[in-house]
């Protein structure tokens, strides 16, 4: 699902950047927010977090910082949490 206009001036994408409709989010075992930067799309960087994940703990706010190759159409993992 798409976010709506107000995430470009957040750093992480939360449950308010998405539709009202709570079945969006009732319906996925797991919803990544795809987050990144000016800076950090010149460095080919994106950060990921868990807007929604079923049956394990998570925090909203922490990100997976993975280096992002659009030539390829992937992104690789760094490890890195933040």
Known sequence: TQSDAASYGVRTQTMRNFSNDKRKMAHVTGMLGLNQGEKEKALCVMRLNWVVLRESPYQMRQCLYVGQC?????????????
């Not at 659009?70 to 933040?82: D, E, F, H, V, W």
């Open 70 to 82: 659009l030539a390829l159409g992937r992104m690789m993992t760094c490890s890195k949490l933040a």
